[in-house]
């Protein structure tokens, strides 16, 4: 199997929703929609983060 490096997109959207769950755990920011998303369910949110980095990365392309 070889590795490739996630796409842009793939590798912002991970980076996106893992700072926005730290930003709303630790530091109480608020925005408005992705907020009530992300609050109670942050090891989820931090899960799908990493799963979509992980299919980025094994998954040739996207």
């Known amino acids: 199997m070889?590795?490739?490096p996630p796409s842009f997109i793939i590798f912002l959207l991970s980076f996106i929703m893992a700072g926005l769950?730290?930003?709303a755990k630790y530091f109480g920011v608020?925005?408005?929609?992705?907020?009530?998303?992300?609050?109670?369910?942050?090891?989820?949110?931090?899960?799908?983060?990493?799963?979509?980095?992980f299919f980025g990365v094994i998954i040739r392309g996207l």
């Open 21 to 23: 769950v730290v930003a």
């Open 30 to 53: 608020d925005i408005p929609v992705l907020t009530d998303i992300v609050r109670g369910n942050y090891f989820e949110v931090l899960l799908v983060s990493y799963l979509l980095l």
């Open 2 to 4: 070889r590795l490739t």
